[in-house]
């Protein structure tokens, strides 16, 4: 059974950078493309980006001067940054599975929520 | 990439059918194959509930119906029920994933 699990820091301060992982059970990380989505309070869904296990990632035009995923294959994690956030980043972070033969989301972790304050 | 466009309610009542669209444009819907649509109940992760414009994955009901011409998706629950209450949100590939705006189905 697949399961992710996001972590992090639930408070960052603004300018500074969110940082987030998502640890991968059940499934070789190895296999697939990995994504980060965000939904701001009471909103819709914003995809983030994805990676793939060679290191070979795609982001979102509108956040891609400040995004940085990466992977760890040893420890079948990988990471979101965001650097120089704002008020606007505050959101609950999902990771998901991608399914690149039809660029879906099969699985989902539950969500973790940032809050961007001082 | 604007996101796709959405209605931002629908309502039926227990049994009937609703169908939610999911316009986008010749650059996404219009041209990709790879439409997505997702149930998202309050406080939860969205859960996959159509892929590949018509696939249901196992276990989703099939009730749940997905079509596509030209650059509008639709998703079509039939029979609705109780627990279809929940929020729903298309996506497409585009060169990149762009969400719908979302749709709350209400059962009336």
């Known amino acids: 059974q697949v399961q992710l699990q996001e972590s992090g820091p639930g408070l960052v301060k603004p300018s500074e950078t969110l940082s987030l992982t998502c640890t991968v059970s059940?499934?070789?990380?190895?296999?697939?493309?990995w994504s980060w989505i965000r939904q701001p309070p009471g909103k819709g869904l914003e995809w983030i980006g994805y990676?793939?296990?060679?290191?070979?990632?795609n982001y979102n035009p509108s956040l891609k001067s400040r995004v940085t995923i990466s992977i760890d294959t040893s420890n079948n994690h990988f990471s979101l940054r965001l650097s120089s956030v704002t008020a606007a980043d505050t959101a609950v972070y999902y990771c998901?599975?991608?399914?690149?033969?039809?660029?879906?989301?099969?699985?989902w972790g539950q969500g973790t929520l940032v809050t961007v304050s001082s | 990439q604007s996101a796709l466009t959405q209605p931002r309610s629908v309502s039926g009542s227990p049994g009937q059918s609703v169908t939610i669209s999911c316009t986008g444009t010749?650059?996404?819907?219009?041209?990709?194959?790879?439409v997505s649509w997702y149930q998202q109940h309050p406080g939860k992760a969205p859960k996959l509930m159509i892929y590949?414009?018509?696939e249901r994955p196992s276990g989703v009901p099939d009730r749940f119906s997905g079509s596509k011409s030209g650059n509008t998706a639709s998703l079509t629950i039939s029979g609705l029920q109780a627990e279809d209450e929940a929020d729903y949100y298309c996506?497409?590939?585009?060169?990149?994933?762009?969400f719908g705006t979302g749709t709350k189905v209400t059962v009336l």
């Open positions: 998901a599975r991608v399914v690149m033969g039809g660029y879906y989301f099969d699985y």
């Open positions: 059940g499934a070789s990380i190895s296999s697939y493309y």
């Open positions: 990676i793939y296990y060679s290191g070979s990632t």
């Open positions: 010749s650059s996404d819907v219009g041209t990709y194959n790879y």
């Open positions: 590949d414009v018509t």
């Open positions: 996506c497409s590939y585009a060169g990149l994933q762009v």
